[in-house]
């Protein structure tokens, strides 16, 4: 399952506040087994090639990075409540919440 670490931030601000926010940060800087993907500039080119192929829709750059994510990792099932991390075929856990 993939979650990103700035979706749940966006989650917990928009849904709650600035403090359950800062709560959930606090909560993934305490797993040891969860792996933060960088973003360097390997990454910006396999983003910026998931916005031009979906240029249909409003992606983010973030949005793409999580999208190229999903794919390279084969991950079938995704933490978000934004609907863009599907494009690809991965189920999402929370939409539209």
Request: aromatic share 10%; proline share 4%; with cysteine.
């Amino acid at each position: 399952m993939y979650a990103p670490p700035a979706e749940g931030h966006g989650w917990f601000l928009r849904r709650y506040d600035q403090n359950r926010a800062i709560q959930f940060l606090n909560f993934i800087g305490e797993l040891s087994v969860l792996a933060i993907q960088p973003f360097d500039g390997e990454e910006l080119r396999k983003s910026s090639r998931l916005v031009k192929k979906f240029d249909d829709q409003p992606l983010t750059l973030a949005d793409a990075h999580g999208l190229g994510i999903i794919q390279e990792r084969r991950i079938r099932v995704c933490w978000s409540t934004d609907q863009h991390l599907g494009l690809t075929g991965a189920r999402l856990v929370i939409q539209g919440v």
